[in-house]
């Protein structure tokens, strides 16, 4: 078990450039969360897949963001045509599909820190 | 309304001692979970505990233990023999059953509250 990890930890791009992150989630894991957290703010949630589907967007989720699980392992996060409000770290977390009764717990990553230029 | 409510945005402890760090939530669903999660400098996120609605007694998980009083609407976080290893951001966290019925599966953050050990 070697945790959830992400690439890149860091990212400087410029504004308007397209940017992508990879998440690979605890292997036995079917759930995959992404996270975004701002300076001095908790987590807020954007998306999760279980499996291969994607069952939630947030309302945080622009059009210019798109999130993908094609196989149900790794997951990438695209953000197209970039913005300075765009910095921030994106999480993900894996979970297990708890059972009856069990609560979910998320594993999450140490993150990729997003600059825009 | 904010769901969580972490009003210590920062909290200073002496070495062994034992620090409260405060969490109230607001929710009108009856079954619900409580988390707590620690961020290191690292940036990730370690989950330390959990509180489900419905359990009768408070978690408590290692130097970890949670202050739950449902009728205040509090979940406060007890670390016991502070050590200098938990400097850190500590979140709590809640999600509401309610979410689960409807497929959303929404974890909602506080703030946080930056724990420093003192020597």
């Known amino acids: 078990d070697t945790g959830v990890s992400q690439d890149p930890r860091h990212k400087i791009t410029k504004r308007g450039q397209n940017v992508t992150f990879r998440c690979d989630p605890i292997?036995?894991?079917?759930?995959l969360y992404w996270y975004r957290q701002t300076l001095g703010q908790g987590p807020e949630f954007l998306t999760y897949?279980?499996?291969?589907?994607?069952?939630?967007k947030s309302r945080l989720l622009s059009d210019r963001f798109s999130a993908e699980r094609p196989k149900g392992s790794f997951s990438t996060l695209e953000i197209q045509r970039t913005e300075q409000g765009d910095s921030a770290m994106y999480l993900c977390a894996s979970s297990l599909v708890p059972g009856q009764g069990m609560h979910e717990k998320l594993f999450f990553g140490s993150g990729t820190q997003l600059s825009v230029l | 309304a904010q769901k969580i409510t972490q009003t210590q945005p920062g909290m200073f402890v002496q070495e062994k001692e034992a620090v409260t760090l405060d969490c109230t939530y607001d929710?009108?669903?009856?079954?619900?979970?409580l988390f707590w999660y620690k961020q290191p400098s690292s940036g990730e996120m370690i989950f330390l505990i959990y509180?489900?609605?419905?359990?009768?007694q408070n978690a408590t998980e290692g130097r970890y233990s949670l202050n739950f009083q449902k009728a205040r609407k509090s979940a406060n976080l007890v670390i016991s023999a502070s050590q200098l290893g938990d400097s850190a951001m500590y979140f709590c966290?809640?999600?509401?059953?309610?979410?689960?019925?409807?497929?959303?599966?929404?974890?909602?953050f506080g703030t946080g509250t930056r724990l420093t050990v003192i020597p």
């Open positions: 966290a809640m999600r509401e059953a309610l979410y689960l019925q409807t497929g959303a599966n929404n974890l909602f």
């Open positions: 509180q489900g609605s419905y359990d009768q």
């Open positions: 929710t009108s669903d009856p079954s619900y979970g």
């Open positions: 292997s036995e894991h079917n759930r």
């Open positions: 897949f279980q499996n291969e589907a994607q069952l939630e």
